[in-house]
T-cell receptor, first 117, second 114 residues
């Protein structure tokens, strides 16, 4: 079974600065997807960014980018120019590429990010 | 606007009582999911359904039941057999778009035991 580990329960960043959230995972599969989801105080889950394991290029979405190290099974999220609205819980998640068509995401326990004005 | 609607936002259960959480989507998505979130934990899959009249157990299905009689609806019943039901419940749906598929989440239901 796959496991996802987020070793930083809480982090803080100064507004306009850059912060990196860590995520490691354990899998024996070669093809899979990795995700970062954001959960603000409203508790609505929002997809931040997605990475396909077969792609060597790191995904980017505006101020959000990832550092995907497949051999090390590491998938960190970098938030540049942090804004107050970035304050939230961030969850790293893993999904197998193939299988029976289910969409069973395996989630980490989350990192609570605070943004200091 | 298209989206996923969960109701109620807050729900209280008495001992020995079954309660049902509603999840409705107008996104025309095939697959729907129920996740449970406990404080300090990630999301854990309870049940999922890929098509109408079909559903599968997730990692923590014991004490829960679901139905999928319509494409738009996927209600979750928390039965009296679930001894620790207090949690935040999230419903989600997805449509297959190859590598760009993703989950769309509702706003959740907080269930507490009286």
């Amino acid at each position: 079974a796959q496991t996802v580990t987020q070793s930083q329960p809480e982090m803080s960043v100064q507004e306009a600065e850059t912060v990196t959230l860590s995520c490691t995972y354990d899998t024996s599969e070669s093809d899979y997807y990795l995700f970062w989801y954001k959960q603000p105080p409203s508790r609505q889950m929002i997809l931040v960014i997605r990475q396909e394991a077969y792609k060597q290029q790191n995904a980017t979405e505006n101020r959000f980018s990832v550092n995907f190290q497949k051999a090390a099974k590491s998938f960190s999220l970098k938030i540049s120019d942090s804004q107050l609205g970035d304050a939230a819980m961030y969850f790293c998640a893993y999904r197998s590429f193939g299988g029976a068509g289910s969409y069973q995401l395996t989630f980490g326990k989350g990192t609570k990010l605070s943004v200091i004005p | 606007d298209g989206g996923i609607t969960q109701s109620p936002k807050y729900l209280f259960r008495k001992e020995g009582q079954n309660v049902t959480l509603s999840c409705e989507q107008n996104l025309n998505h095939d697959a729907m999911y129920w996740y449970r979130q406990d404080p300090g934990q990630g999301l854990r899959l309870i049940y999922y359904s890929q098509i109408v009249n079909d559903f599968q157990k997730g990692d923590i299905a014991e004490g829960y039941s679901v139905s999928r009689e319509k494409k738009e609806s996927f209600p979750l019943t928390v039965t009296s057999a679930q001894k620790n039901p207090t949690a935040f419940y999230l419903c989600a749906s997805r449509i297959r778009q190859g590598a760009r598929e993703k989950l769309f989440f509702g706003s959740g239901t907080q269930l507490s035991v009286l």
